[in-house]
């Protein structure tokens, strides 16, 4: 499962970044898709970050790393696609501005969670 997962990070963090430039086409501004870029590729980057450490964790957290990272990959794409779909969508820069953060939010509350069950079971 983790080649999957990190077969899925890298898609959806391409996918993703691909399909913000798409949306920002006609944005002039180098700064502010400099920093979109950095703001839609912090999730991808945690994640990758976290599975580099999560060789250590107990086989349920790393199970639970694995799978939220290809759920979060898949929906990032499937959120920025479908908005990509839509022509002149209004709420396109909202979407890459809260998409990240809800990613963020749920992968952590997801490898938190298992964690603590994990633990609570051994102990």
Known sequence: MRTTARI?????AAG???????AGRRNPSIILMGMFTIWVLSPFVGLALADLRSTRWPVPGRATLHVVTIVL?????????VDSARP???HTAF???VVPPAMWLIAT???????????????
């Not at 899925?8 to 959806?12: I, R, S």
């Not at 990959?73 to 696609?81: Q, T």
Request: net charge positive; hydrophobic share 65%; charged share 0%.
């Open 8 to 12: 899925a990070l890298v898609a959806g």
């Open 88 to 90: 002149f969508s209004p």
């Open 73 to 81: 990959a898949l929906g990032s794409l499937v959120v920025f696609g």
């Open 109 to 123: 509350i997801a490898v938190a969670l298992a964690a603590i069950t994990t633990r609570h079971n051994v102990g």
């Open 95 to 97: 979407l890459y501005l």
């Open 16 to 22: 993703s970044l691909a399909l913000m430039f798409h």
